[in-house]
């Protein structure tokens, strides 16, 4: 991280979503400009690729098209698109002497169409607060993934999320809180 912190790992992959296919794309660098990530942008970031038994699960399948489908449903396009999707499995780890940052870069936006955040689990985490700000209106929704599978659906253009830190209920005990994050571009199906 460039804020020096190692309190956060990460795996990531690339696909193309079609009306047909899910595919996975060669192992690509993920790549944000400093218009969307002040303290990691315009860097090409490579991280270890995720592995082929989560993307390729039949659970991961339905969860893509499905949230596929309802971002279809919720934009303003006639026609199903193609989309450039990267995946990202997040653990962020904490210590009674260093907070675990899910979001150093504060309330932003990823640069995409669409993003997906999902729990897939928390270890003695407390705090966490996903918190959300609708373009033109000054509150700040607050709420917590708190249990698996809770998540939550984004238009990236009308949106901006953040985090907050979270530490450890038990100082002498490990605590992480782990997230799936997917993010959607439409990309030109011609």
């Known amino acids: 991280m460039a804020d020096g912190g ?13 009306p047909d296919a899910i595919t996975r794309k060669p192992h690509q660098p993920h790549f944000q400009s400093r218009d969307y ?6 860097v090409q970031r490579w991280f270890e690729p995720m592995e082929d038994a989560v993307a390729d699960s039949p659970m991961m399948q339905r969860l893509l098209r499905g949230a596929t489908l309802c971002f279809e449903g919720a934009g303003e396009r ?3 698109a193609h989309w450039h999707v990267e995946l990202h499995q997040f653990r962020i780890e904490t210590t009674a002497q260093t907070p675990g940052r899910p ?14 955040v999902m729990l897939i689990d928390r270890l003695n985490a407390a705090e966490g607060v996903t918190e959300i700000q609708i373009a033109g209106r000054p509150e700040i929704d607050r709420f917590t993934l708190a249990v698996p599978g809770d998540a939550v659906l984004l238009d990236d253009h009308r ?32």
Do not use: C, K
Request: charged content about 25%; glycine content about 8%; cysteine-free.
């Open 6 to 18: 190692r309190y956060r790992r990460r795996r990531h992959a690339a696909l193309a979503i079609t």
């Open 37 to 42: 990530n002040q303290l990691n942008g315009d």
């Open 78 to 80: 006639d026609v199903a």
């Open 103 to 116: 979001t150093p870069e504060g309330m932003h936006r990823d640069g995409v169409d669409w993003v997906l």
């Open 159 to 190: 949106v901006m999320h953040g985090v907050t830190a979270i530490r450890p209920i038990d100082a002498e005990m490990p605590a992480y809180r782990d997230v799936f994050v997917a993010t959607w571009r439409a990309e030109s199906s011609g």
